[in-house]
T-cell receptor, first 113, second 116 residues
Framework: NAGVTQTPKFRILKIGQSMTLQCTQD?????MYWYRQDPGMGLKLIYY???????DKGEVPNGYNVSRSTTEDFPLRLELAAPSQTSVYFC????????????FGQGTRLTVV | KNEVEQSPQNLTAQEGEFITINCSYS?????LHWLQQHPGGGIVSLFM???GKKKHGRLIATINIQEKHSSLHITASHPRDSAVYIC??????????????????FGKGTKLSVKP
């Protein structure tokens, strides 16, 4: 099973550029999440989705947008990249509510210069 | 003060040693996760628990809800256990459109290095 697949693994962006981080899961999970991990800090929730067509902001949503047109895909869009968005991004999914195991993608290391 | 605190931040052990990593939290929770982040960056779930104790191979996780504390133990540690171990608690939040969703709050992680 592929599980949660993120692309790309690495990316360098210039200030002001835009990009989309792709996330796909093949486990038919309703719940999907985007986190960012900064050095020395715990993961922070950017956006989450409880099913196709339903998304909501997490703790640090500014500068990002998401969509959930299918159960499988949950892309994260960065508009007008800024150096503060340099981070490692993780997509995750879970079958149901919070008391179930979460599955994580391999991460995307993004550098904005 | 962070809502989830892990200790120690860094831990170096010799192969074969018994290891304990601690997690304390200050919010009400419905469950707690222990995660492992490999040197390559990937994150895998080790345990999810809401009470008592769970064991998987050489790993043991315990939680005391009253004391708001959890521990992750590794018996007979091995260099392949070297990784960052992350504690995350589940705090329920209420959604704008109704219903509720657990929000994971992560600790900063404990970096474990096991020397041969």
């Amino acid at each position: 099973n592929a599980g949660v697949t993120q692309t790309p693994k690495f990316r360098i962006l210039k200030i002001g550029q835009s990009m989309t981080l792709q996330c796909t899961q093949d486990m038919n999970h309703n719940y999907m999440y985007w986190y960012r991990q900064d050095p020395g800090m715990g993961l922070k929730l950017i956006y989450y989705s409880v099913g196709a067509g339903i998304t909501d902001k997490g703790e640090v949503p500014n500068g990002y947008n998401v969509s959930r047109s299918t159960t499988e895909d949950f892309p994260l869009r960065l508009e007008l990249a800024a150096p503060s968005q340099t981070s490692v991004y993780f997509c995750a999914s879970s079958y149901s509510r919070e008391n179930t195991e979460a599955f994580f993608g391999q991460g995307t290391r993004l550098t904005v210069v | 003060k962070n809502e989830v605190e892990q200790s120690p931040q860094n831990l170096t052990a010799q192969e074969g040693e018994f290891i304990t990593i601690n997690c304390s939290y200050s919010v009400g929770i419905s469950a707690l996760h222990w995660l492992q982040q490999h040197p390559g960056g990937g994150i895998v779930s080790l345990f999810m628990l809401s009470s008592g104790k769970k064991k998987h191979g050489r790993l043991i996780a315990t939680i005391n809800i009253q004391e708001k504390h959890s521990s992750l133990h590794i018996t007979a540690s091995h260099p392949r256990d070297s990784a960052v171990y992350i504690c995350a608690v589940v705090r329920s939040i209420y959604l704008n459109y109704g219903g509720s969703q657990g929000n994971l709050i992560f600790g900063k992680g404990t970096k474990l290095s096991v020397k041969p």
